[in-house]
């Protein structure tokens, strides 16, 4: 927000636009400023920078001062309620931005571990395969099992062909099954959660800040159910037995998941302010 603006709603603007802008003041620091506070100077004084909120001390004081009409306290008192409301429900918010970041690093490791195994026979064989004499490819292929041996590499040979090595498929299928099992349950109580919090902002709190926030979050979550997609198509992909897809490796998208948002949901967000 510019300083001219906020300068000429001091100066010119109604009382209710006066407390939106406190509030919005409030609301920029408690998802801009909590963040970047830093401890600073002696004891444990809290010096917060000029960017960690939007109004001077000085500033706050008029318009604070400046609320004295019936109706304009109503508003005030509203708005603190729903901000404290708000306030009850952001860490949830966050922790589900968390939860995403642990079930993408669980997904990886599975995926990882695939591409792994299918690099080390691809390098291996590839080696092998321009080894014409008998003796020495033997003596390769042994030679490769041993260091494999924690891979549970095995010998592979076709009639007529000289051998080459196979790490089979880790039984791992059934645990990226429960992970996107997990996954998808919280992609629906995520999108509800973050559908019922963005209505309420809309119609009782439109600060910025935290429609700022609440965006930010989406956004987070959104990319990594994307990277979780990617990860899952490369370990499909990977997959050297020929099988047809299982609907369990499918991951839900979060613009397909479909949320309702009732006014009594709206009204449940209202009351833990109170």
Known sequence: MRKTDIERIIK???????????????????????????????????????KDKILTDKERDIIFNSIKEPKDVKYWEELRT???AFLMFKPTITTYT?????????????????????????AINDILEVVEDKKLREKLVE????????????????????????????NMDGKVWLLIEILNEKIKEAKEYIEG?????????????????????EDKIKAEIQQCREMIDSFILL????????ERFNILRWEDVEAEVTDEDIEDIKRAGL
Not at 17 to 32: E, G, H, P, R, S
Not at 98 to 122: G, I, M, P, R, W
């Open 197 to 217: 919090i963005r209505t309420f902002l809309n119609k009782q709190l439109p600060l910025q800040p935290y429609k700022e926030f609440l965006k930010e979050a």
């Open 82 to 84: 729903w901000n404290k």
């Open 239 to 246: 997959k050297t037995i020929e099988t047809p897809l299982d």
């Open 143 to 170: 030679t490769a099992l041993n260091s494999l041996d924690m891979f549970d590499a095995i010998r592979y040979q076709e009639e007529g062909f000289l051998p080459f090595i196979e790490i089979p498929e880790a």
């Open 98 to 122: 968390k939860n995403f970041d642990y079930l993408t690093a669980q997904l990886s490791k599975y995926a990882v571990v695939n591409l792994l195994n299918k690099s080390y026979e691809d």
């Open 12 to 50: 010119q603007g109604s009382a209710r636009q006066k407390i939106k802008l406190y509030f919005t003041d409030v609301a920029y620091f408690n998802t801009k400023g909590m963040a970047q506070a830093e401890f600073k100077g002696s004891g444990d004084s809290l010096r917060l920078e000029k």
